[in-house]
């Protein structure tokens, strides 16, 4: 029963007697009103495509996460209404917090105290899950129930050592997709934002790390999903480097924004050297095409290692073929979504085993890399939104000292992507500066 709390199961109506009142709610999956919505996504079921016989309709947009049919009911168990208790929660984190980072980390937890969710719009590298940390351990002190999640299965992986070390004596539960662990209750989960649809009314605070990323940037479901699993009287706590104009006009009444233009360490951003290619998409076809992506490679490695951003898996294979021809001793590797070897890799690269990784964009966030160069071939490819450009641009230089890291932007073209993400790390560098010189 515990581990049902702010959970929901699809129920058929023949198996309800399982779940006593007494414990118990449910509510309708699929309201048949002239809305015909469904309850676990929010999505329109439609009246003749999703009918099934004997007036039961289906929901198609949510089935990945089970069958759902106007038949069942969504069944939680009851959360206690009474006031929730405080309890000790030991924070065991040992780092330190910035002057600055401490300044934004009190900030989340006033504004958390006050009912008010936060947007927090702090450039890449500047430590925000230490900021976050005080309001977790404020949020469980109070008896609360913490998720932190994120659209990104690579962000939840990188998230919960770190947040595992930071609250040592908590259960912390990792949910996504294909994580073989099985679900029970915890005061502290992190998953990824689909894992939303199996919660309901289940959290004081949740936390979206990367909430501009891709699948939650523009899907409604997942935007559904994640208010729904939110309490009524629940926080949230947005956390981007590149918030996308749509969520700050969705938020700018509701939300308190803070802005955090100063990296941990209080170096500037990298800002990108665009380069002219002509033919960058031919690069791996002829030594002839390959050789200025290798003569920069070669400068590049003499101080860092090499991250390569390439716009398709597709062309990141023939590129990584021919560079992997050039290293008799190895050390060059690709990854992509479609590797199943992919967090082995990451954990490589993390440990400085690769002297160049070629990479499509699902490396463009979350994960810190030290000693670090980055290329982007073909950053005016239309995959390269400004957003995935900052993020990319905002891999180097993240920790440790300066190593002279680079970002480099060859391109073709200079599209408006490419423009406004330079002109936003600019901005962002001023802004720190002013920061610095109060
Ligand atoms: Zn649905």
């Known amino acids: 029963m515990e581990d049902l709390k702010g959970r929901q199961l699809v129920v058929p109506l023949q198996h309800l007697v399982a779940y006593p009142e007494t414990l118990f709610e449910s509510r309708e999956s699929i309201l048949l009103d002239k809305d015909f919505r469904c309850q676990r996504c929010g999505s329109t079921v439609d009246k003749k ?20 049919t106007s038949d069942c009911r969504l069944v939680y168990a009851k959360v206690s ?18 002057e600055t980072q401490s300044i934004i980390a009190r900030q989340l937890q006033k504004n958390y105290q006050q009912k008010t969710s936060t947007l927090l719009w702090a450039v890449t590298g500047s430590g925000k899950t230490e900021m976050i940390f005080p309001t977790i351990h404020l949020a469980l002190s109070q008896g609360g129930r913490v998720c932190v999640t994120s659209p990104r299965i690579d962000v939840c992986r990188e998230l919960y050592p770190r947040v595992v070390e930071a609250f040592q004596a908590e259960q912390v539960l990792l949910l996504y997709g294909e994580s073989t662990e099985k679900y029970r209750y915890t005061d502290l989960t992190i998953c990824t934002t689909h894992q939303m649809l199996h919660f309901y009314q289940a959290f004081d605070l949740i936390i979206v790390d990367e909430i501009d990323a891709f699948p939650y940037e523009g899907n409604p479901v997942l935007q559904f999903a994640l208010k729904n699993a939110l309490k009524p009287s629940g926080q949230l706590i947005y956390l981007t480097a590149t918030p996308p104009n749509q969520l700050l006009e969705e938020v700018k009444d509701s939300f308190a924004i803070e802005k955090s233009p100063l990296r941990f360490h209080q ?20 030594s002839f095409y390959f050789k200025k992506f290798y003569r920069k490679v070669l400068e590049l490695l003499k101080d860092n290692h090499v991250l390569v951003f390439c716009p398709s898996i597709a062309f990141m294979e023939k590129l990584t073929r021919r560079t992997q021809k050039q290293f008799a001793l190895g050390g060059v590797e690709s990854v992509s979504s479609m590797d199943e070897v992919r967090a082995e890799k990451v954990q490589k690269m993390r440990e400085q085993a690769y002297q160049v990784l070629f990479s499509t964009t699902i490396l463009e966030r979350g994960v810190t890399f030290e000693n670090i160069s980055v290329i982007v071939i073909g950053a005016n490819h239309p995959v390269y939104t400004k957003s995935a450009l900052v993020q990319i641009a905002g891999r ?34 001023q802004l720190a500066k002013a920061w610095l010189d109060e």
């Open 49 to 68: 495509e999703n009918a099934l016989p004997r007036q039961v309709f289906f929901c198609s947009e949510c089935q990945e996460f089970g069958k759902i």
């Open 81 to 98: 209404e009474e006031k929730h208790s405080f309890r000790e929660v030991a924070f065991t984190w040992v780092g330190t917090l910035t």
């Open 267 to 286: 170096r500037p951003l990298i800002e990108p050297e665009c380069l002219w290619y002509n033919h960058w998409g031919k690069a791996g076809d002829t």
């Open 396 to 429: 180097v230089d993240r920790k440790g000292a300066f190593r002279r890291g680079r970002v480099i932007f060859f391109h073709n073209q200079k599209t408006r992507d490419i423009r406004q993400a330079c002109r936003e790390i600019k901005s962002m560098n």
